[in-house]
């Protein structure tokens, strides 16, 4: 838009801009709904039903009687109901027409057919390997459950063998010891023993030495050989009865053993020597065994014994 400047009586003018059209239409549009409105309230009001109005007129001058009241009107009898007609049936779909099966190719159904084959087979071998790999998974359980069986009943074992040997070793030890006490106790009786035949010895030798410086002759008469045919018998009888001999007697001839005995007047046994051997190591040692077991020996008739006695003893003359 070009703006004019115009100087009258020294003072600008400007032309006044030029209204737009939409204003114009705006005010046209709410003047024409507006008569719209007074129109449509017109007719509104035009069709609506009057309103009976009733009034009686009284003149004081005349009295008349007042008309009746016009009888009521009668009600109007209800309409009928309109019979309902029930709905006509729903017409039946026609039934849908048959297609034929597409026409299938039947190198694509043998090929579809081998894929489903393998994808099966496929399905088949995995559910096999799940299944092998499931049992040897069971399996290996199992067996490392019985190994640790195995090893705990291994376990129990060594500690029964290791508290078996200790209660050997502490049994052995306790036999160690009293067989020590009772070799201790055994030595202790042998040398209480040969204390005792020593003294006795001793006084067989006071005795004897006595008798040789005129003493009153005891020795002689304890020890002079006197004749007792019963003697020498009664003494190797009870050392018959003692020898105690396992080996065999079924050997050629009678193997005899021959022994020196020396003894003390109560019949106790000093000492054994061996004269002559039957050849038997064993026998021997049965014979020498069983005349130390045999003190003291029997004596006399009238008391009195034979300091040293020689006895032989035949194997087969056993009892």
């Known amino acids: 838009m070009t703006t004019a400047t115009e100087t009258t009586g020294g003072s600008p003018y400007r032309v006044p801009r030029r209204e737009s059209g939409w204003r114009a239409f705006a005010l046209a549009i709410g003047m024409h709904a507006l008569l719209f409105v007074f129109l ?36 109007p009898e209800p309409e009928p109901e309109p019979v309902r007609t029930p709905p006509p049936p729903p017409t039946p779909a026609p039934p849908p027409e048959k297609v034929a099966p597409p026409k299938v190719d039947p190198e694509i159904a043998l090929k579809k057919e081998r894929e ?24 290996k359980l199992e067996q490392k459950k019985l190994e640790d069986k195995k090893l705990a009943e291994k376990k129990k074992r060594d ?48 005795r004897i030495l006595g008798s040789a410086a005129g003493g009153t002759g005891t020795a002689e008469k304890s020890t002079a050989p006197k004749s007792d045919s019963g003697y020498k018998a009664a003494v190797a009888a009870k050392i018959k ?5 396992a080996g ?7 193997p005899s053993a021959e022994f020196q005995i020396t003894q003390l007047p109560t019949g106790e046994i000093i000492s054994v020597r061996k004269i ?29 014994v034979e300091r040293e ?6 194997l087969k003359d056993l009892p």
């Open 276 to 304: 002559k051997s039957s050849g038997i190591p064993a026998y021997d040692t049965a014979v020498e065994n069983a005349i130390a077991k045999s003190s003291p020996l029997p004596k006399k008739k009238d008391g009195t």
């Open 116 to 139: 489903k084959k393998k994808a099966e087979k496929l399905a088949a071998e995995q559910e096999a390997k799940q299944r092998k790999l499931e049992e040897e998974r069971k399996e």
């Open 40 to 75: 449509w309230g017109g007719i509104n009001w035009q069709n609506s039903e009057p309103v009976a109005v009733e009034a009686e007129v009284w003149d004081l001058s005349t009295q008349q009687a007042a008309p009746k009241a016009p009888p009521p009107e009668p009600e």
């Open 159 to 206: 500690e029964e063998e290791k508290q078996k040997l200790a209660e050997e070793k502490e049994q052995a030890e306790k036999k160690k010891e009293d067989e020590k006490k009772k070799e201790l106790a055994k030595k202790k009786a042998a040398a209480e023993s040969a204390a005792k035949l020593e003294k006795q010895r001793a006084e067989e030798m006071r």
């Open 309 to 314: 006695i020689t006895a032989a003893f035949k």
């Open 248 to 254: 065999s007697q079924d050997v050629p001839g009678n």
């Open 241 to 245: 009865s003692n020898i105690s001999y």
